[in-house]
């Protein structure tokens, strides 16, 4: 059995107008696979409005893989939650592992981007993870709870209710070295206890997503776990029929 109701594609720097078209058409024949849970597709910025003007039903949602923490002004190269409202964006990805370590961005750019986005009423998707020596030094939870604490601090119970939050684990991410099931599970299930602490009812209910080479072939068994209830898909995410697969087993 599924728990999971949410996919997320994150194209990452890749795709062009003709992946935009056929990602849409392939969605569109194979929604009803997969009716009920929720598809995001998060292509780069510049393919954001191709792809708004391609989502041929509503089970699809539009989002992006990085705002701006401030709303306007002069902050040449950035990108607004609002000029994202204005094409229909609802999921903003924050935290990415490859924005920490590239862009340097740092829990604390995080949790303003985070007040950002729910703040105008988008949802937040926050991804944490450890890296290889972390998880080889026991130390996963203490990585991941410092992530938490600090990524999502600030945040109003009415704020926590739009964030989604996202466990990538690093040496899993486009490696083909996926968390097992169990192994997931044990960290989502933390998080979980951790939300729940913190936010009660609204923690209760928060989406945690697995990331980390999610497959055709492996998604069944993490979705099957208590606390996955979703994806956040990288590489799969670029192929039409492996990604409609996924979501269909998202479906179970
Ligand atoms: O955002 C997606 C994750 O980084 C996972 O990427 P991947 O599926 O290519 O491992």
Redesign the pocket.
Known sequence: MSNASLV?A?W?MNGNRALTRNMSEVLRDNQADFKGVNVVICPPYTLLSEMAGHIYYDDVALGAQNVSEYESGAHTGEVSVAMLQELGVEYV?LG???RRAEQHESDQLVAAKAATVTQAGLTAVI?VGEDKAQREADNTWSVIQAQLEKSLAGLSAKQMARVVV?Y?PIW?????ETASPAQAQEVHAKIRGWLVENYQQVGAKTPLLY?????ANNAESLFSEADINGG??????LNGEDFCAICRAAKG
């Open positions: 997320i994150n990452k990805l990415h592992s490859e991804c996202a990538e899993a991410i486009g490696t083909g990331g980390g080479s999610v497959k956040l898909i990288g590489g799969a995410s």
